[in-house]
């Protein structure tokens, strides 16, 4: 059993780690493959003792963390609210610059423990579609030192970009010589065939492939052939536009499949009965259907708002993102997304971008509002759930039904170039079904 950890890690002040050096590792190992990958603004990983104490020997557990952080090789936040958030954890930043290391366990003992954790915990793909996926994701080849020469030099490049000396631009830096990390490990464990894929609650599936930068999966082949990356463009707004449709239509049916609390999967087996996490408002619903004046329209039967229909264009055609670039004055389109990803998906705050994107669109703003009404998470899982009964659950589905192999990335699609057209039918079919809207995609051949 391999577990991969930062190297240059100083155990010589904790006595603990030096006499338990495999927990030490296996504690290593839970923080790093979280803080590596993590995206949010804290890199903290929350990490509840009952789930440690499950894989690390319990008797020294937390004279171990005690020493670590007296050391200053891991640290913690010390937030720990009861019932809702756990002390979270982290290694020193300047460990995970440095390169990893896989580390093979030895101790009989440890590995039985671990081998009983991960048969309890990390449970069976039930769903055939993913158990396809993880047969294709098996099949995929990619050369290592092509990938490696690739992501070195790709980041390099990144960190070129990058001008001036102030904190900010070290701050940007370290962020690209993070991710660089993230793809080399990315690269060294599917290399290794350490090969996964995992269903998340809402619907997406993580896997190697998801877990690579675009500049390392254009470097993948299946049966000696390059793939092709199909993407939605604007992909999450036009979710969101999908589901304000159907919220005006009032067709709860569609919507119902995307309120459940519970795990996706269950759900996907109607085994479970879910709770509500999108609630309809009566009064609301009919004054947005009955009301009529010089700013609607009638589409479709339903009466829809005019900056509605200009949101839903922009969306269609892919050009959300330039409309608010040129609404912000902002020239990086990637700083724009992330401004757009947070007014559809963070917490609704009156901020000046979000008063500009509401004073652009707002009927669309307003039901952003309504959908975060209980909890601001629910906008970005109901649109998870939306996308994955889309792209993995109907449209890979079908492809892996008819024997054409293909992998997810959340809300794009790779398969071979001889499959792109029935990809793209799919697609079009698809998202006419859901919403009748036509998305615009985008391919990206994936060469070596």
Same mark, same amino acid.
């Given at each position: 059993?391999?577990?991969? $950890? ?169 962020? $690209? ?157 990637? $700083? ?78 790779? $398969? ?33």
């Amino acid at each position: 059993m391999k577990l991969y $950890v930062p190297d240059k890690i100083d155990l010589s002040k904790c006595p603990t780690a030096r006499d338990y050096r495999e927990d030490a590792y296996i504690l290593f190992s839970i923080i790093y493959k979280q803080q590596i990958y993590r995206k949010k603004k804290s890199d903290f990983v929350n990490l509840k003792k009952e789930y440690l104490r499950k894989q690390i020997n319990c008797n020294i557990l937390d004279t171990l963390i005690k020493e670590l952080i007296q050391a200053g090789i891991v640290e913690s936040d010390n937030h720990y609210i009861k019932g809702r958030k756990c002390i979270g954890y982290r290694l020193n930043p300047k460990l995970i610059l440095h390169k990893h290391k896989a580390v093979a366990l030895k101790n009989k003992i440890i590995i039985k423990r671990l081998g009983k954790w991960y048969a309890k915990e990390q449970h069976p793909l039930t769903l055939e579609v993913h158990q396809k996926l993880r047969d294709v994701i098996h099949k995929l080849v990619l050369d290592r030192d092509q990938a490696e020469r690739t992501a070195k030099r790709y980041y390099r490049y990144q960190i070129r970009q990058i001008k001036g000396l102030n904190k900010i631009a070290a701050k940007a830096r370290d962020k $690209v010589k993070r991710r660089y990390r993230a793809n080399m490990l990315a690269i060294d464990m599917f290399c290794s065939n350490q090969r996964w894929l995992i269903p998340d609650d809402y619907g997406r599936v993580h896997s190697n492939v998801t877990s690579m930068s675009k500049c390392i999966r254009k470097l993948l082949t299946l049966n000696s052939e390059s793939l092709v990356e199909i993407d939605v463009v604007n992909s999450q707004p036009l979710l969101l536009g999908m589901l304000y449709k159907q919220w005006l239509n009032g067709n709860k049916q569609q919507l119902k499949s995307l309120e459940s609390d519970n795990n996706f999967n269950e759900f996907q087996q109607e085994t479970n009965t879910h709770t509500t996490i999108l609630h309809y408002d009566a009064y609301f619903l009919y004054h947005m259907n009955t009301s009529t004046s010089d700013d609607t329209s009638v589409i479709h039967g339903v009466c829809m708002s005019n900056d509605a229909i200009k949101y839903l264009e922009a969306v269609e055609h892919g050009e959300l993102y330039e409309n608010m670039m040129s609404l912000l004055a902002i020239e990086d389109r990637s $700083v724009v997304k992330r401004i757009v990803f947070g007014i559809l998906m963070g917490k609704h705050r009156t901020t000046k971008r979000q008063r500009l994107f509401a004073n652009l669109y707002p009927s669309i703003y307003e039901f952003i509002g309504w959908l975060k009404k209980k909890d601001y998470k629910h906008a970005s899982h109901a649109l998870q759930r939306l996308e994955s009964k889309i792209i993995l659950h109907s449209v890979a589905r079908q492809l892996l039904s008819e024997m054409i192999p293909c992998a997810t990335i959340h809300d794009s699609l790779l $398969v071979s170039q001889a499959n792109v057209e029935r990809t793209f039918t799919l697609l079009y079919q698809e998202y006419r079904r859901c919403a009748n809207v036509r998305p615009s995609l985008k391919p990206s051949e994936t060469t070596t």
